[in-house]
């Protein structure tokens, strides 16, 4: 049995996969409603194979990935917690996944109950007065944001140019501050690891839209000036926007809709364990102050005067649509299921376990491994490889051995202002024993920079394929299979 | 507490280690004029409270409502072997493939995936995906934007009006000039066009087939938009596109659209699965992730995300895109529906969908009142014109559990008695008739209230 084979190599010409009824007329007399033209010159070249081949493909495809229900994912703002399966139970009942976006609304009712309920959540949690749930990803997320600050200002108008960014932001936030047309200005954090209000006094003025905080940053640590920067921001009249991507350390004990933030997103797909599924579907809801709210996308959910939901399309100073109907209901209905098992007082239990977790596994790595920021950490941390890398052992290659160990590395190399960066995320559902097993990895690992460094810059050794040549795979581009 | 795995005794060791009394002094960095003193308002539920309040709001809608509805997503059939994949946590819960040695699975789908785009569309490379396919047209015009250096976009007005909308909200803020191309004769005006296209102009979109189910002379469109240098960008259906001509036979030279018809549910339009396909000149300025093919270093195949430094990771404020997580799951569910129904298959979906929508055509333009919107030939889709407002026929027949279609008269304020209909390989003839037949009657009742 050959490895690796493509499922174009395993169609054979007659083979079927399917079972549909027939067509009553021909194949030829129906495509004659087709002009000529039109029609389709050949066939697509598609693979034809059959069900049960379909299926070895696939399940053995999918044992060649680590997950979450597999092993330990630590991976730095990613929020890699276990993903519950009533979640997925809710989202798969036939009257949501069968439901047409284009229904009227009287005939919604229950899902658009179920969208009230979760922007009812989502405020009560951010502090903030109203929520879109329709950006689909935390970069949509982003983006409306940064189109509100536009809109914002473009009412007063005000021709505002900038954005300010920590030096330790997602590379979204600078992405998205490009993609509406803004410049990004980046502000440098302090020693201990935050944003100095000095320093935002130094280069707020009037070009100057708004400025984006995550928080607690990427370094895991709170952002503990954040109202005074906010105060700042808000006397030059831009506006603050909070990255929710780090949601997870704070629910239920901070709420940036009460402390001078005016918009922020969430990850529903980190905080509210909505599934990754290899990289997405997310969902980037956005809540904005009751100021800001006339400018959300539409359609907006609303209740009329005789108590019933509806799509008010009627919004004239929303920043416009950013999704072909509501966003991510799917994801909707699985985060509106986490949070309603946990309820208030679970979730702040989340956020307090998240930081409890990340807390215990820095104690008890920071000798082993260089810690740049000391003091309590968020719900992640970042440790940094340097000591190793003086031996010849790269922060890569110590994610490489950790493979072998069957965990999945941290976030490496990011956030950049820390060299040989691993930001560890070990989330809320994570043992004990699963925190104590990758501390004994780690300093396994940390020994063998030291006694056989090798074993280290050799790694992985058990995976299925070893490192793999990234730099090749952009010389000798090979995205699809030709013929 | 189902998801929090700490007992009580476990945190005591861990704060005995952490050199603390409480969870509470971890939090030392908030100050107390940032803290949340009260407990958050909302409920909590057992696992069985929650699935019957959840199969409550879930039933609480017309479940059992027959859809001719599409207007960009579509009710087909969904075997049963794509739930069954695309539920494995092996799938569901791993993110993005940034340790390709333990991401082989998700790498290799989405090299698959962009292989059975590249040939339903005949381009040359394609994405990972994109939120859905308004975004992807989005990003196609932005995309002709930069590499072009030009600001004017021409959208012809029979694109659909969501995409129209979400291309105006995503494109506001990079200046910009977004011109619409009028409609004539349920096509795009090829005259206008010819008046419209200059020196200026970076793209030209049009969706094949397009809002109303009608063809757009795609060659004439194409040639207009080249002679300008102009980038032709065209938007297309996944399902259609296995009996229609490819786009990379007819000069486009970006090919987006929505995939929802391959394997993914309605799910009250999310998530849905955008794809991006373009010619290989445009390999290095594409939005989003793209898995290449390589070897290892013992020289065996694998797969690995390729070309990153067009993103937002790598490059930050020059990122081609600010996508980050895309729709890989919707992507894994599409590529096991192409696996299954493979080349015949996709075509036979097609050939009963388009066989369902013209005995359903048929036998509706029989009736008083009712005819074809426009006189051109269609596949799946197709505007009719109604007895009365389409916007009543909807909401007349939802109640008895259809949902005939869309009323374009929401977008197209002087089309108010168009609806747009789609059929699909789901629609029994029994359906086609309840649905001719409760036409009828609304049409017989309207012609009653007028006596």
Redesign the interface.
């Known amino acids: 049995m050959q490895e690796g084979l493509l499922i174009y190599d395993k169609s054979v010409t007659g083979r079927k996969g399917y079972t549909l009824p027939d067509t009553e007329s021909g194949e030829t007399e129906l495509l004659g409603n087709i002009p000529e033209q039109f029609r389709r010159d050949d066939d697509a070249k598609l693979p034809e194979i059959t069900e049960p081949e379909t299926m070895r493909h696939f399940v053995a495809l999918s044992a060649k990935n680590h997950h979450i229900e597999k092993g330990f994912y630590p991976l730095g703002s990613c929020t890699m917690k276990y993903n519950p399966k009533r979640n997925d139970a809710s989202a798969s009942l036939k009257g949501f996944s069968g439901h047409h976006p284009l229904t009227p609304c009287s005939s919604s009712g229950g899902l658009l109950e179920l969208m009230y309920g979760l922007m009812h959540d989502l405020g009560e949690i951010s502090g903030f007065d109203q929520v879109s749930l329709q950006p689909v990803a935390g970069a949509q997320g982003e983006f409306s944001g940064l189109l509100i600050m536009q809109a914002y200002h473009r009412e007063r108008g005000e021709k505002r140019t900038k954005i300010i960014i920590p030096d330790s932001a997602h590379g979204t936030n600078p992405a998205s501050v490009s993609s509406v047309g803004y410049e990004t200005i980046q502000i440098k954090s302090n020693e201990q690891g935050i944003i100095a209000p000095e320093s935002v006094a130094e280069i707020m003025d009037e070009s100057v839209a708004g400025m984006m905080l995550t928080n607690p940053n990427t370094l895991g640590i709170f952002e503990s000036h954040c109202k005074e920067i906010a105060e700042i921001v808000h006397a030059c009249g831009g506006l603050m926007y909070m990255d929710g991507a780090n949601l997870n350390a704070n629910m239920g004990i901070f709420r940036p809709g009460d402390v001078g933030f005016d918009m922020m997103h969430f990850n529903l797909h980190k905080t509210m364990s909505t599934p990754h599924g290899g990289g997405g579907p997310g969902a980037g809801a956005i809540g904005v102050t009751s100021e800001l709210g006339k400018y959300l996308p539409f359609p907006v959910l609303e209740k009329n005067d005789r108590n019933e939901l509806f799509f008010n399309y009627d919004r004239p100073h929303s920043i416009g649509r950013l999704h072909s109907f509501f966003g991510n209901f799917g994801n909707m209905v699985r985060a509106f299921a986490y949070i309603r098992t946990l309820g208030g007082k679970g979730i702040r239990r989340v956020s307090e376990n998240a930081v409890l977790n990340a807390n215990y596994l820095k104690e008890s790595l920071k000798d082993a491994f260089d810690l740049p920021y000391e003091g309590h950490c968020m719900h992640e941390f970042v440790l940094s490889g340097n000591r190793q890398k003086k031996k010849g052992v790269k922060t890569l290659d110590m994610a490489k051995r950790m493979l072998d160990f069957g965990i999945h590395p941290p976030t490496v190399y990011f956030p950049l202002i820390v060299q040989e960066a691993m930001m560890i995320e070990p989330t809320e559902t994570e043992t004990k024993e699963t925190l104590d097993d990758f501390i004994e990895i780690m300093k396994q690992i940390a020994r063998e920079v030291e006694e056989s460094p090798e074993t280290v810059t050799a790694a992985p050794h058990s995976t299925v394929v070893k490192r793999l040549d990234e730099a090749g795979a952009v010389r000798n581009l090979d995205v699809c299979l030709k013929g | ?6 007992t009580e005794n ?2 005591k ?3 005995a ?4 009394k409480s ?1 509470e ?7 107390d ?4 003193n009260q ?9 069985m409270e ?2 019957a ?11 059992s ?1 027959t ?1 001719f ?1 599409g ?3 579509y ?1 087909h059939y969904i ?1 049963s ?1 794509v ?3 695309v ?20 790498l ?2 989405i ?2 995936f ?7 569309t005949g381009m ?3 994405n ?2 994109m ?5 992807a047209a989005a990003e196609a015009l ?1 995309l002709s934007m930069r590499i072009t250096r030009r600001s004017r976009v021409i959208v012809a007005e029979t694109v ?1 009006p ?2 129209r ?2 291309i ?3 494109l ?4 910009a000039e977004i011109v619409s191309l009028p409609i004539s004769h349920g096509q795009c005006d090829l005259n206008k066009l010819e008046d419209l296209v200059d020196e200026s102009t970076a793209a030209v979109l049009i969706a ?1 087939p397009n809002f109303f189910g009608s ?1 757009e002379d ?2 004439a469109v194409g040639e207009v938009a080249h002679k300008v240098g102009a980038k032709f960008v065209s938007i297309v259906d996944p399902v259609v ?6 786009p990379g ?1 007819y000069g486009a030279d970006i090919v987006v659209g ?1 995939a929802q018809p391959l394997g993914i ?8 699965l955008g794809f991006f396909a373009a010619r290989q000149e445009l ?1 290095r300025h594409m939005p989003g ?10 020289g ?5 995300l ?3 430094t067009r ?9 081609t ?10 992507a ?1 569910a599409a ?2 529906y ?12 097609a ?2 969908s ?2 369902k929508a ?1 005995q359903a055509v048929e036998q509706i333009c029989a009736l008083d009142g009712y005819s074809l919107y426009f006189d051109q ?3 799946r889709e197709v505007a009719i014109k109604t007895v009365r407002p389409a916007g009543e026929i ?2 007349a027949l ?2 008895e559990g259809i ?1 005939p279609g ?1 009323d374009a008269g929401r977008w197209y304020p002087q089309m108010k008695d168009c609806l747009v209909m789609a059929l699909t ?1 789901k629609r029994t003839a029994e359906d086609i008739e309840r649905l001719v037949y409760s036409l009828k009657k609304i049409g017989v009742n309207d012609v009653v209230s007028q006596m």
């Open positions: 507490m189902p998801y929090i795995s700490n476990d945190q060791e861990m704060l280690k952490i050199g603390v969870i002094e971890l939090f030392d960095n908030i100050p004029e940032l803290r949340h407990a958050l308002n909302i409920p909590a539920l057992s696992e929650l699935m309040e959840m199969e409550r709001m879930a039933h609480d809608t017309s479940e409502l859809c509805a207007g960009g997503v009710d075997p072997a739930g069954t994949i539920n494995r946590p092996e799938f569901m819960t791993a993110y993005t493939p940034y340790q390709p040695e333990v991401a082989q699975g998700t290799q789908v090299y698959e962009q292989t059975h785009i590249c040939r339903l040359d490379i394609a990972a995906s939120y859905d396919g308004a975004s932005a659909n969501v995409y909308q979400v105006k909200t995503t506001d803020g990079l200046g094949q063809f795609v060659n596109q296995a009996i229609t001509k490819a036979d929505e549910p309605l799910s009250y339009g999310g998530p849905l390999a992730r793209i898995a290449g093919c390589t070897k290892d270093k013992e065996k195949q694998g797969f690995v390729t070309l990153q993103e937002q990771h790598i490059r930050r404020e020059k990122a895109s600010n996508i980050c997580t895309n729709q890989a799951l919707c894994t590529s096991v192409i696996s299954l129904l493979g080349k015949e298959g996709l075509k036979q979906v050939l009963l388009l066989e013209h030939p269609f596949v909807v909401a939802t109640k949902l869309i390989e």
